[in-house]
Each structure stands twice: as structure tokens, then as C-alpha cells.
């Protein structure tokens, strides 16, 4: 159970910063306005209460892991949001990193 409500709260990082960080982009560099900008700003400042919940206390573990996590999602977002269409090297690299997320936080330890 523990492993499956922290891969749900990478997730849940994942829209949070992703979404953020894109409500940005779109605010600024899309001239969309600043009520984008400032959802922006609440989704990543969230992001970072998220990034807390999570049951590892190691703080460099979390992030380091989230890394590759964000790798992987910010391929699917543009898929989602803005059209882009990864090729085979990109698919590649996320899953690279998505292994690692898996040694980093749930490998056995002892």
C-alpha cells in the first residue's frame, strides 16, 4: 500500500508542477494574462506541500526520484496540451528515467 499512495503522490506532483510550470509558459510566453501566470504560481507552490506527504523521509531520495518522474510526465503533458509527439528516443529516455525512479525508491533496502 505504501508503494501504490506514492506513486499516487508522484502523480499528483507531476500535474502539480508540470501543470504549473505550463500555466506559465502559457501566461507569459502565450500572452494568455496573468491570472494564468498566478495559477501557475498556486500549482507549483503546491507542488512543493505534495513533494512532503511523501512516506520516504529523505528529501534528496524524493526529489532525485521526482526527477525522472518529471521526465516521463513532461513528455505525456505536451502530448496532452500542446500537441507534441515524442519519438522512439524520447520514449526511450522516459523510460530510462521511470527505471530509475524504481531503484531509487523502492528497491530493498537493508
Same mark, same amino acid.
Given at each position: 500500500?505504501? !508503494?501504490?499512495?506514492?506513486? @499516487?503522490?508522484? /502523480?499528483?506532483? %507531476? !500535474? *502539480?508542477? #508540470? =501543470? =504549473?510550470?505550463?500555466? !506559465?509558459?502559457? @501566461? ?5 494574462? $496573468?491570472?494564468?501566470?498566478? @495559477?501557475? #504560481? $498556486?500549482?507549483?507552490?503546491?507542488? /512543493?506541500?505534495? +513533494?512532503?506527504?511523501?512516506?520516504? %523521509? ?6 532525485? +526520484?521526482? /526527477?525522472? !518522474?518529471?521526465? %516521463?510526465?513532461?513528455? +505525456?503533458? /505536451? ?14 529516455? *522516459?523510460?530510462?528515467?521511470?527505471? =530509475?525512479? =524504481?531503484? #531509487? ?6
Amino acid at each position: 500500500m505504501t !508503494v501504490l499512495r506514492s506513486i @499516487g503522490l508522484f /502523480g499528483v506532483a %507531476a !500535474v *502539480a508542477e #508540470i =501543470g =504549473g510550470a505550463w500555466l !506559465v509558459w502559457q @501566461g507569459i510566453r502565450e500572452h494568455r494574462g $496573468v491570472l494564468w501566470v498566478l @495559477g501557475g #504560481i $498556486v500549482a507549483l507552490g503546491a507542488y /512543493g506541500f505534495v +513533494a512532503t506527504l511523501q512516506p520516504d %523521509a529523505n528529501f534528496g531520495r524524493i526529489l532525485a +526520484a521526482y /526527477g525522472g !518522474v518529471f521526465v %516521463a510526465g513532461s513528455l +505525456a503533458w /505536451g502530448m496532452g496540451f500542446d500537441g507534441f509527439r515524442p519519438d522512439w528516443w524520447d520514449l526511450a529516455g *522516459a523510460a530510462v528515467c521511470l527505471v =530509475g525512479v =524504481g531503484l #531509487i525508491m523502492y528497491a530493498p533496502r537493508g
